[in-house]
Structures are given as C-alpha cells and as structure tokens.
C-alpha cells in the first residue's frame, strides 16, 4: 500500500483526454423559480451537492463545472445528449425532495466551440457574484470554482479513515465505501457503488474535488489567469440570451443587481443606481427591459420608476 493516494474519479465509459475535444459538451441549467428557493439550509445544499455525483456515475458523464444557487442550478457537462438529459431529469427528480420544480423548466444548450466553452464555465462559476451574494467565486462553498489550478491533494491513509490536508470541509474525512449499507444509502439516496472510493467530509457531503473532472478544464484554460479573466467577465445575463440559453428564466432582484451595477457604470458613468436622475433611470429601465425581457412592477421596482410611465414608454 503506498503512503500517499490520490483519487481521480472518472466515470465509466469516460477516457481521459489529450486533447480536449468539444464533442458532447453541454451547458445545463434549471429555470429559476420565482416564488421559491430549492435549497433553504446548509444541510439541502449538501443533499443537493451529494446528488451530483450519484446522477453523473449512473449516465456516464463528466462534470467538467456546477454551481448551485439558491433557486437554480447550472452545470457544464461532457457527455452524449441521451445520457445528459438522463443526468438532469434524474437530478431534478431528487431535488423534488426539496422544492417544487414541477413549474421549473431546464435548458440543455450545446457548446460548440472552445471560445463558447470558455465562457461558459466563466459565467456558471461567477454567479455569485452576478447575485449579488458580496463572495468571490472561490469561496462560494457550492460551486466547482476553487478546484482548478490547485496544489495537488494528497490524502494518507489511516485505518478506516483518510487525513486530508487543506480540505476546506474539515480534516477528517473517510470513503464512501468505509460507511455502512443503511449509511451510504441514506447518504446517496442510491444503491451504488460507482462511488466508493470518493472521499466525504465530516459533514457527510462527497467531496467535489472526487467527481469534477479539474485536469480537463485546466487543459482548456492552460492558465490560472485565462480562467480568472474568463469567470471576471463581466458579461452575466447577456451571455444567456446572446445564445439563447434559459430565453424563459424569471430572474429575481438578485440576479439582477449585478449587471444593474455594471449597466450604470457603463452607461451613465455612476457608480450606484441610487445617483441616477429619473430621466436616467426611465433610460435604464429601456435598457433592462431590452436586454432582459423583465418588464412590469419587477421593472418598477428595480429603477424605482412609476409603472404607469413604464407601461407607456416601453
């Protein structure tokens, strides 16, 4: 037994690639609902970061980026469209435990080239920031971002536990295969065993660093710097209907405050929305109402505008 291990989970029928072909990528995400949050507490993110890997063993594919807001989800994913729509109808189906999503549709888009698959990761993994959550994207726990670009993790073993040095889950931290039957059941919600040599933290959630394929969009990104630039774009909602992703997403106030900011900036050299004039903020309200489609009393309330006059200028 050597005295160090490293654990690189690939899921079967997945070979590991030279060169990174786009063939089979695919950028998915959940409708965000409107009236309601899919995970609500710590413990539904864990659930819902746990069910990940299971769905992603089980159709074979490869999760190259996630991240998961409160009310949506989005995933960058390698494998065939069959097995992918498989992945997230699962998924979802497990997130019902959780919230409604029976009123909550998914976008499958495929990524057809390197400049789009760049982009794409970028964006899924600045969403925080796009939310105005006041995190940078590496520090958001329920995301694949602070995985890429890292020292090499070395886990030693030891009895039936595993030393993990610099988890930020903790330091103790075991296999999967190590835990019961009735255990891992509860913990999966599966029956599998594609995912015993994964390893889990001390609170019981799969370590993501075991299911993210991180050498795959290393070799995408070459650098550390290519990524950051990429997830510093500040380009947010655009880049969905740009490309026609998620064309009927409701989005909330808080999706919005981002790129608000960045509008105000760029438009009419302010730095808050709250130093614009009222003919500026009818002017914004134009622009908002152009690029994102909201319009109505959630227009109203974003500009703080009347939405008798909203309703005639639009």
């Known amino acids: 037994m050597p005295a160090f291990?490293?654990?690189?989970?690939?899921?079967?029928?997945?070979?590991?690639?030279?060169?990174?072909?786009?063939?089979?990528?695919?950028?998915?995400?959940?409708?965000?609902?409107?009236?309601?949050?899919?995970?609500?507490?710590?413990?539904?993110?864990?659930d819902g970061m746990n069910c990940i890997p299971v769905c992603a063993v089980q159709h074979k594919i490869t999760i190259l980026a996630f991240c998961?807001?409160?009310?949506?989800?989005?995933?960058?994913?390698?494998?065939?469209?069959?097995?992918?729509?498989?992945?997230?109808?699962?998924?979802?189906?497990?997130l019902s435990r959780l919230a409604d999503l029976s009123r909550s549709g998914t976008t499958m888009r495929p990524i057809e080239d390197m400049g789009y698959l760049m982009k794409a990761i970028g964006y899924v993994l600045r969403n925080p920031v796009s939310a105005g959550l006041g995190i940078m994207p590496g520090n958001y726990t329920w995301s694949s971002a602070s995985l890429y670009f890292r020292e090499k993790l070395y886990f030693r073993e030891k009895s039936e536990e595993t030393i993990h040095e610099g988890n930020r889950f903790g330091k103790t931290v075991r296999k999967v295969g190590s835990l019961?039957?009735?255990?891992?059941?509860?913990?999966?919600h599966s029956q599998t065993d594609l995912l015993d040599d994964c390893l889990i933290s001390e609170e019981n959630m799969i370590l993501p660093e075991c299911y993210v394929d991180t050498e795959a969009v290393e070799n995408i990104f070459r650098t550390p710097a290519r990524l950051l630039y990429a997830i510093s774009r500040n380009e947010n909602l655009e880049m969905e209907l740009d490309n026609g992703i998620l064309h009927k997403t409701k989005y909330s106030d808080n999706e919005l405050y981002g790129s608000i900011t960045g509008l105000c900036q760029e438009n009419f050299h302010k730095n808050r929305i709250e130093e614009l004039s009222i003919e500026q903020r009818y002017s914004l309200?134009?622009?908002?109402?152009?690029?994102?489609?909201?319009?109505?009393?959630?227009l109203s309330r974003l500009t703080n505008t009347d939405l008798a006059i909203l309703k005639k200028i639009l």
């Open 5 to 46: 291990i490293v654990f690189t989970i690939q899921p079967a029928g997945e070979p590991q690639q030279e060169n990174h072909s786009m063939e089979n990528h695919w950028h998915i995400c959940t409708e965000g609902l409107e009236k309601d949050v899919i995970f609500r507490s710590r413990q539904d993110y864990i």
């Open 180 to 188: 019961s039957y009735r255990t891992k059941r509860e913990l999966l």
């Open 285 to 298: 309200a134009k622009i908002l109402h152009k690029k994102y489609g909201i319009a109505g009393k959630q």
């Open 68 to 94: 998961l807001m409160s009310n949506h989800v989005h995933f960058i994913v390698r494998g065939n469209k069959v097995s992918c729509r498989q992945f997230i109808f699962q998924y979802r189906r497990k």
